[in-house]
Nanobody, 116 residues
Framework: QVQLVESEGGLVQPGGSLALSCAAS????????MNWYRQPPGKGREVVAT????????TYAESVKGRFTVSRDNAKTICSLQMNSLKFEDTAVYYC?????????WGKGTLVTVSS
C-alpha cells in the first residue's frame, strides 16, 4: 500500500534551518509529482512546494519562495524540503502528499515549531 513517512520536525529558532524528508513506498515514485503541504495552528492546509516527477520543475508558495527548496531522489524514493530563514509564521504541521490518478495520499505529518 502507499506509504508516505515524514521525518521528525522540531523546534527551530527564527532565522534557523530545518530539513524534512518524506520516504515513499507502494507506488512508482519516479512517475509522480510530489507535494509538501502545511497546516498552521487554527488554519487550513496549504500547499508549500511541488516538484515534478523528474525533479526538474518546482513551484513554491509565495510565502516561502527563496527560503524553501524541494528536491527528490528517485532512486531512493525520497522527497525532501529544505527550509531556511525560518519565520514564526512557518510554524505548522508539514505533510507529504502525492496524487495518484486522482486519489490523494498523505503522510501523518510532522510538527515544525519556530520559536525563540
Amino acid at each position: 500500500q502507499v506509504q508516505l513517512v515524514e521525518s521528525e520536525g522540531g523546534l527551530v529558532q527564527p532565522g534557523g534551518s530545518l530539513a524534512l524528508s518524506c520516504a515513499a513506498s507502494g507506488f512508482t515514485f519516479s512517475r509522480y509529482a510530489m507535494n509538501w503541504y502545511r497546516q498552521p495552528p487554527g488554519k487550513g492546509r496549504e500547499v508549500v512546494a511541488t516538484i515534478n516527477s523528474g525533479g526538474i520543475i518546482t513551484t513554491y508558495a509565495e510565502s516561502v519562495k527563496g527560503r524553501f527548496t524541494v528536491s527528490r531522489d528517485n532512486a531512493k524514493t525520497i522527497c525532501s524540503l529544505q527550509m531556511n530563514s525560518l519565520k514564526f509564521e512557518d510554524t505548522a504541521v508539514y505533510y507529504c502528499n502525492v496524487d495518484l490518478n486522482g486519489v490523494a495520499y498523505w503522510g501523518k505529518g510532522t510538527l515544525v515549531t519556530v520559536s525563540s
